[in-house]
């Protein structure tokens, strides 16, 4: 049975930490300096493992356990979101590389180790992984722009050395699948005093741009009958479609009004223009289906009542991905091992890399605790021993899965 080393691990994770240090987080945004310094790193953390590390042309840090035969991939990605937490996406590279250590170059296999590149979306949709299973095209490449200060991915690549590298794609004959970890990113292991988290799918997130056409006019002397308030037809409709969704939902479905905005946004103008972001997940395409059928019948309703006119655009509409049940039995079995009677199938309500690759190889994901259920801020947090405890279990569920292979 391969152990980890506690000490190694929570050493690499604490230097990760470093690179881009924020209060008790970090900001360590896409190819920043101190992203392009962490995957550095990485490299080097890699190839003292034993393992053949590179960077490629979209900044993916690969490293490949030499040698023949079936590999497990395992990984996550390095950057952060904007002044966010530091283990959100670390841990599962760094699981990844403890558990590539301990189970080395033995009769059953190895581990190869993956930090995929822009998970968080700093210049589009998950590039990295998207890329390494060969979905993502030079033209996207081409438009992709950094969200925060609109410098092109181009240049940036250029910048930190990447360009001209070629963008390394999955051998899927390598591979009997991939795992990944990471935390929870809500407080449900934490209130139940359970350890592991055997996820069971991943969600679909669909997202949508609507947009309200009115009227801009004085707001003192235009009655209320006249008028055409594109700000108050936004709020009734997102009223209207909460009403509806929560008739409709799954028992798992979220939905969030992220962004409104008002045009012109002056106390004393009627909005002649108002703008909304809005986003739903769950795991079942059918309930997905069903709630966006009901969006689209909320505003349809809205345009015939008018007096202003509502368009919606689709953002991104992302499938759901189930996780391989063979995979969520090796973690159970190997939680039944480090952390008895503390784990727990669930969903995740967060996406993930492990949702793309799990279109083309079998896919696993375990979460541990967050402390407070806290991600996306600085104080996100995990205990040691929990750490600890959840690299015991991903290491051992790869190893029998490598077992299982050969027998």
């Known amino acids: 049975m391969p152990d980890i080393d506690p000490e190694r691990l929570l050493g690499d994770l604490y230097k990760l930490r470093t690179f881009g240090a924020y209060k008790t ?17 990485l490299v080097e953390r890699m190839t003292e493992a034993g393992l053949e590390a590179q960077i490629d042309g979209i900044g993916n840090v690969f490293g490949r356990r030499p040698g023949a035969g079936r590999r497990i991939l395992a990984g996550s990605h390095s950057e952060s979101q904007n002044q966010a937490g530091w283990l959100d996406g670390a841990l599962g590279v760094v699981f990844a590389l403890e558990a590539s250590r301990a189970i080395g170059n033995d009769s059953d296999g190895g581990v190869d180790v993956i930090a995929f590149f822009d998970e968080e979306g700093h210049f589009g949709s998950y590039l990295g992984s998207r890329s390494f299973i060969g979905e993502v095209s030079e033209a996207e490449l081409d438009k992709a722009r950094d969200r925060t200060h609109g410098k092109s991915l181009r240049d940036a690549l250029a910048e930190a050395g990447y360009a001209g590298r070629r963008r390394i794609t999955i051998d899927r004959e390598r591979y009997s699948g991939f795992f990944e970890a990471h935390i929870e990113q809500g407080g449900s292991l934490e209130a139940a005093g359970l350890k592991i988290g055997v996820v069971t799918a991943i969600v ?26 594109a700000g108050l037809t936004l709020v009734r409709l997102i009223a209207a479609i909460d009403r509806r969704f929560r008739e409709i939902a799954g028992p798992a479905s979220v939905w969030t009004c992220g962004r409104m905005e008002f045009e012109p946004g002056a ?8 703008r909304a972001l809005f986003q739903f ?13 009901a969006l689209r019948q909320r505003i349809a309703d809205a345009n015939e009542a008018g007096p202003c006119t509502i368009a919606m655009d689709v953002i991104r509409q992302s499938a759901p991905a189930a996780m391989n049940e063979k995979f969520q039995r090796a973690i159970e079995n190997a939680a039944a091992l480090h952390a008895p009677n503390l784990a727990i199938r ?17 896919a696993a994901m375990m979460f541990v605790p967050s402390i407070g259920g806290i991600s996306h801020h600085w104080s996100e947090n995990t205990s040691d021993q929990d750490i600890a405890t959840g690299a015991r279990v991903f290491t051992e569920a790869i190893a029998g899965v490598l ?5």
């Open 25 to 41: 987080g970090v900001h360590r945004p896409s190819l920043s300096a101190e992203d392009v310094a962490a995957r550095q790193w």
């Open 204 to 229: 679909g997130l669909w997202d949508y741009r609507i947009k309200v056409t009115g009227e801009q006019n004085h707001a003192g002397t235009t009655t209320m009958k006249q008028r055409k308030d």
């Open 267 to 274: 106390p004393s103008i009627i909005p002649g223009a108002a």
């Open 281 to 293: 997940r769950d795991c079942d395409p059918e309930v997905l289906a069903r709630l966006e059928l």
């Open 346 to 362: 669930m969903p995740s309500g967060a996406g993930h890399d492990a949702q793309h690759l799990a279109r083309i190889i079998p």
């Open 403 to 407: 077992r299982g292979q050969n027998r």
